[in-house]
Each structure stands twice: as structure tokens, then as C-alpha cells.
């Protein structure tokens, strides 16, 4: 029984992880040198692919052995993180935003459901806006490669890879059908603090700085209108909270039909991934729990949800007078 699982899961896994552009059995046929009759046998599971076929495979597309397996062996608990050994950080950078628009269309279908706690704008919110993402990357990029103390906001120029992902990601943010986001009090401020602090520096100038100011508002703006009216589409429901205590970090329960994830966001875009069913299971009894200390804001507690995001703008307008006032 257990075998037969696992022959099913592997093929599975091999043909939703093959490119929609590539035809699945040739590519099979090329890459692993066998016959047309020996694939479909493989596929349906009549026969084994062989350890070092699968080995094979999991380096040319890039998925982990202990993935499938541990889908098998509830008691092991695998851990995902796209992880790229290579000295460019805007590589990397790319390749882990790949990740998470391909897991936004693995997982993501009509019956979904997405719990999101935050201390930080996550990237799903970012990429409505284009000087706030390429903000994203510029943090980044000044962050991880050895010149950055000379690196400025204006000498960023974005992957045309990264922008085709940033509308991918737009279009699948459609997909989520209920969410629910739990925000820390600061989710906004710790965005504007980092605008603010490169700004003191001189590396942003002053329409570079104008510009992010009114993504700034505008982003607030979107989330209050989520507040206000339950949607940010039509078709995908929202119920926002305000935790009253402080959030440490930022994770995401996601379920599709039978299918659950957890992710964990080592920083706002580096995800570590979790697909065990209990553990799944004990991070969301975690985030149902937080909302017992959080207040509803969506289409409820007007006087709240007016003076949460009147706070937030007047952070905006703080540093848009005076970029140099402490908070």
C-alpha cells in the first residue's frame, strides 16, 4: 500500500512541476532515455521509477525526494526552502519569488483559504504597487550584495523575469478565495521606517522619495478599503484584524481542498515551507488562537478602523514634512 503511494505521488509531483510549454511524456522519453510504453507504465504506476531516475529528475526540476516521501511518512516532518547557491543576490532574489508564484499556482484553486500574520507588508500587498517592489528589491539587493553602501535606490533596474512575476503573482492573488490577515500594530510603520532610513542616508532622491510616499498612501488606502468593504476582488473575501499584542514574525496557512501548507518568512520574501499535515495542523490551532487577542476591523469597529489607518498616514505625513523625525 505504502508503495503504491508513493508510486502515485511521485507521478504526481513529476507531471504539475513540468513546464505547461513541455509536453510530459517527451520530455520523459528524452531525459530519462526510455521508451514511450516505459513512461506511461511508470505513470500509472505499474513500475517503479528507479532511485537514480528519480534523482535525475529531481535535479532538472527541481523538487526534493524528501518532500514526496514525507508525504508518506506522517511522523517526518519536511522542510522547504527554495535555496539557491549563487553569489548574486538579485538571483536569488528572483528564483525565491519564482517559488512562491509557483506554490500561489499549485495551491491555490476555487475552495482556498489563506491565514496570514504580519509584522511586515508581505509581497502579495507590494506588488500592486511598482515603486514599493522595486523598493523590495532595492532593500534586498543593498542588503546582500558586497557593494552595497555605494548601491542607490537609482541605480536599480529590474529583471524583465522579475516583473513578468510581480504581474504573475497580481493575477494570482485573485485565486485566494477567503482570507484573513492578522496585523501587528507596526506592520505599516516598519515599511515607512525603511523608506525613511535610506532616504537619510541620501541613497533615495527627492522624487524617488515622493514616489514611494504615495505608494505609501496608497497602500494604506487598499487595505483600508479591504477593511471597509470585506474584498480587495470580488471574488476574494478578506477579514482583517489588529492583534493587541506584538507579532514576532511573519507566517501563512494556506488549504486548497485537501492540500495544506505552512510557510514561515525567515525575512518579508524567503519563505521556509511545510507541508506536514500535524504540523500544519498545530500552526494553524497557533493562528486561530492569536485572534482571540486581536480585534475584527473588517466592516466592524468603524471608530477603530478609522483611527488605525488615520495613525498610519499621519506616520506618512510625519516623514513627508520632516524625513528626519524619530518615531
Not at 65 to 74: A, C, L, M, Q, V
Not at 202 to 208: D, F, Q, R, T
Not at 216 to 245: C, D, N, R
Amino acid at each position: 500500500m505504502f508503495m503504491d503511494n508513493l508510486r502515485n505521488a511521485i507521478a504526481t509531483k513529476l507531471l504539475s512541476i513540468i513546464p505547461t510549454h513541455v509536453k510530459p511524456i517527451e520530455y520523459l522519453m528524452e531525459i530519462l532515455n526510455i521508451s514511450r510504453e516505459s513512461v506511461y507504465r511508470r505513470l500509472r504506476g505499474e513500475i517503479s521509477f528507479t532511485f537514480e531516475e528519480i534523482v535525475m529528475l529531481s535535479v532538472d526540476l527541481g523538487f526534493s525526494i524528501d518532500e514526496i516521501i514525507t508525504k508518506e511518512i506522517h511522523s517526518r516532518v519536511y522542510f522547504d526552502m527554495d535555496f539557491t547557491n549563487s553569489l548574486n543576490p538579485s538571483d536569488f532574489f528572483v528564483s525565491t519569488f519564482r517559488h512562491c508564484c509557483y506554490d500561489f499556482d499549485i495551491t491555490m484553486g476555487r475552495d482556498t483559504e489563506s491565514i496570514m500574520i504580519l509584522n511586515h507588508v508581505p509581497p502579495r500587498f507590494n506588488v500592486f504597487f511598482n515603486h514599493l517592489f522595486k523598493f523590495s528589491y532595492y532593500r534586498w539587493m543593498h542588503r546582500n550584495q558586497e557593494t552595497s553602501l555605494k548601491y542607490f535606490y537609482s541605480d536599480v533596474v529590474l529583471p524583465a523575469e522579475l516583473t513578468a512575476l510581480q504581474n504573475k503573482m497580481i493575477e494570482n492573488s485573485k485565486k485566494i478565495r477567503n482570507n484573513t490577515l492578522i496585523l501587528d500594530s507596526n506592520v505599516f510603520l516598519n515599511l515607512i521606517r525603511e523608506v525613511q532610513y535610506y532616504y537619510k542616508r541620501k541613497l533615495i532622491k527627492e522624487n524617488e522619495f515622493a514616489a514611494l510616499i504615495d505608494d505609501l498612501q496608497g497602500l494604506v488606502s487598499m487595505v483600508e478599503g479591504i477593511a471597509q468593504s470585506g474584498y480587495l476582488f470580488p471574488e476574494t473575501k478578506f477579514s482583517l484584524y489588529l492583534s493587541s499584542l506584538n507579532v514576532e514574525s511573519c507566517s501563512e496557512y494556506i488549504k486548497c481542498n485537501d492540500e495544506i501548507k505552512s510557510q514561515f518568512y525567515i525575512s518579508s520574501v524567503e519563505p521556509v515551507s511545510v507541508i506536514n499535515p500535524a504540523l500544519c495542523a498545530i500552526h494553524k490551532r497557533w493562528l486561530d488562537s492569536m485572534r482571540k487577542y486581536s480585534t475584527l476591523i473588517t466592516q466592524s469597529n468603524e471608530l477603530l478602523q478609522v483611527r488605525y489607518f488615520n495613525k498610519q498616514r499621519k506616520y506618512i505625513d510625519d516623514i513627508l514634512e520632516n524625513p528626519f523625525y524619530s518615531f
